[in-house]
């Protein structure tokens, strides 16, 4: 697969780590359901922790593009779901999403929802992938 990172001129650099667009050519796509922050048993790892939520749903889409047949630099869109984005917590979901794709980062969208399926859960990601 290859991926082009496009940041064309005239419109706003992105606030954090993502990519405007990201074309890819080649490979197959992979539809990734949300990811939660629960281990393989089904345990919730992190009550009312952002950071440790978030280190499972990124470990959790890590497994599931690596069981498709890639790796998390073949993530291509990610779409992150929030029960409450403030100040804080946008950092730290930025800083681990830095963590994880260490650069030529996916397209993203964030967005604040009242709840997720489950009370406890802060944080929920779902991804494509080109593998």
């Not at 667009?21 to 080649?26: D, E, K, L, P, S």
């Not at 749903?57 to 984005?85: H, Q, R």
């Not at 830095?98 to 996916?106: A, D, N, S, T, V």
């Amino acid at each position: 697969m290859v991926k082009e990172i496009i940041e064309p001129r005239g419109i706003p650099k992105p606030m954090g780590p993502y990519s405007q667009a990201v074309v890819t050519t080649g490979g197959k796509l992979v539809f990734i359901s949300g990811q939660v922050p629960e281990d393989a048993l089904g345990n919730l790892v992190g009550k009312g922790d952002i950071e440790a939520q978030t280190r499972q749903v990124l470990k959790n889409l890590k497994i599931m593009v690596e069981e498709s047949g890639g790796m998390v630099a073949d993530i291509v869109k990610i779409t992150i779901f929030m029960v409450e984005i403030t100040a804080s917590s946008y950092e730290v979901v930025g800083r681990l999403r830095k963590e994880l794709f260490g650069g030529g980062y996916p397209a993203s969208t964030m967005v604040e929802v009242n709840r997720l399926a489950s009370p406890d859960w802060l944080i929920e990601i779902e991804a494509w992938a080109v593998v």
